[in-house]
């Protein structure tokens, strides 16, 4: 990723994802303005981007076409499970559900944006923000 | 760096906007109008979501205890 050295790395969860949208003036949503700006880079596993296109699909009635458009909007490389896989061993996080996300935070050495208490060291979105001067 | 070719009208308002908005380069210009299409996109995103979830009559919060159950759903398919 060419350019990226200088850009702070982060893993963004599902629930932070669905607040953005859920709300665009909220803090979520400014981290996705951050990452279109190219001012932070946001990764997550394919089973976020798999549970995404899930919740969109079975409990919203969103279409294939309208799961795409939803899904391409969001400024998040999203990483194959065989990049992450040997790192799954590694995590501590308590639920299995969860181990992905952990994973590829180990992966990548950054911090995971989460509103889940369960990632012991998810960052501080409000510090987070005050350190990028928002 | 890229070269791209573009009409010549094209050329012209990409050059115009530069002086108006005070760019330093037309890299820069065209960065900035990324940018803000990228996030009118994720609007229109949002604004389909807040319908979507508006019809189905869920709350947020619901939203997410689905999201979770989904969430342990893939780990069952995707993790041994």
Known sequence: ?134 | MKTIAIPDDLHKELMQLRIQKGDKNTAELIKELLFEFKQRRFLEASSLFRKKLKEKNLSFSDLLKKSKKIRGEIADEWIS
């Open chain 1, 1 to 134: 990723m060419s350019g990226s050295l200088n850009k702070k790395r982060f893993v963004i969860d599902t629930n932070v994802i669905f607040m953005s949208l859920y709300d665009v003036n909220s803090k979520a949503s400014k981290i996705i303005e951050l990452a279109n700006q190219e001012k932070v880079e946001l990764f997550s596993p394919e089973s976020v981007k798999e549970e995404l296109s899930r919740v969109l699909k079975r409990e919203m009635d969103f279409s294939e076409e309208e799961v795409l458009f939803l899904i391409g909007t969001l400024p998040v490389t999203w990483i194959k499970k065989e990049f992450y896989n040997e790192f799954l061993d590694k995590t501590k996080v308590k639920h299995k559900d969860d181990k992905p996300i952990e994973a590829v935070s180990l992966m990548l050495d950054c911090g995971i944006l989460s509103a889940d208490y369960d990632f012991k060291d998810r960052l501080d979105i409000n510090k987070l923000l005050r350190e990028l001067g928002c």
